[in-house]
């Protein structure tokens, strides 16, 4: 049985950087992604592709997000720049691996002065 593991999360201040990470035991990667649930919110997309395909980002994220793979450690990263308060939320990495769905436990990134 495959398993994701997330790190990374915690508070930083306005403008400040954050990196993500996913790895991923025994599992084959097709698609990654990178999900957030803020609090009374629906979860959203923030980032993701299709292994050999462009990458995708949310318009919110552009420009300051950056989704990542090591390949060798089967790990996914999401490094975040000049983040928001707005970015405050429960990041969540997914991955499909044929037609099988994974996701992470979740990580709290609270983004606040």
């Known amino acids: 049985q495959g398993q994701l593991v997330e790190s990374g999360g915690g508070l930083v201040q306005p403008g400040g950087s954050l990196r993500l990470s996913c790895a991923a035991s025994?599992?084959?990667?097709?698609?990654i992604e990178w999900h957030r649930q803020a609090p009374g919110k629906e979860r959203e997309l923030v980032a993701g592709?299709?292994?050999?395909?462009?990458?995708n980002y949310a318009d919110s994220v552009k420009g300051r997000f950056t989704i990542s793979g090591d390949n060798a450690a089967n790990t996914v990263h999401l490094q975040m720049n000049n983040l928001k308060p707005e970015d405050t939320a429960v990041y969540y990495c997914?991955?499909?691996?044929?037609?099988?769905?994974?996701w992470g436990q979740g990580t709290q990134v609270t983004v606040s002065s």
């Open positions: 997914h991955i499909r691996s044929g037609l099988r769905h994974y």
């Open positions: 025994r599992i084959s990667i097709n698609d």
């Open positions: 592709f299709t292994v050999g395909d462009r990458i």
